[in-house]
């Protein structure tokens, strides 16, 4: 596997960070980013489909035991890891063939949002829904949006950091 080390690393921070900080910041009561979803993002181009459904699914497991969710993060992430091979080839095709991660070198960088974007607002959309279970349809539809655009943000700035460390 691809820089065991980092990656772990990565996993690690990525869950302190949203348990630590982003779980008791308060934007407002439709802002909240869910910023663990990064890390199924920036996993590397060439990952083994059964890798990527395992980490997905171990990181949902952790945020649910994390967030107390019951199983809300683990079928978000585990779909936005199952989609993610999929998404990188309808949005990014051959000019991702030759890169470790999903972003920089010859990525566009336009692609790359797409992408990230994409998969954001699937899992925003997926967790936020199976938690209001069809209750309030326009506040959770806000709170999908806003939340995404925020969690996009991050996961943007976090490519680029991401990028000069591992890349």
Not at 71 to 82: D, P, R, S, Y
Not at 130 to 148: C, D, M, P, Q, R
């Amino acid at each position: 596997m691809y820089r065991v080390l980092e990656y772990t690393i990565f996993f690690v921070a990525v869950v302190l960070l949203q348990s630590l900080l982003f779980d008791n910041l308060l934007f407002s009561s439709v802002i909240m980013p869910l910023y663990y979803v990064v890390f199924v993002v920036l996993l590397p181009v060439k990952m083994n489909r059964f890798w990527l459904l395992v980490l997905g699914t171990l990181l949902g497991q952790v945020m649910d035991f994390s967030m107390g969710t019951a199983g809300l993060n683990t079928i978000a992430t585990a779909a936005v890891a199952f989609i993610r091979p999929m998404a990188m080839n309808l949005l990014m095709g051959k000019d991702v063939a030759h890169e470790n991660i999903p972003y920089g070198g010859a990525i566009d960088p336009r692609s790359f949002i797409l992408f990230a974007s994409m998969l954001v607002f699937v899992h925003h959309s997926l967790f936020y829904g199976f938690e209001s279970l069809g209750s309030h349809f326009f506040y959770t539809v806000g709170k999908v949006i806003l939340s995404s655009l925020a969690t996009i943000v991050l996961v943007v700035l976090t490519a680029r950091l991401f990028r000069r460390l591992v890349g």
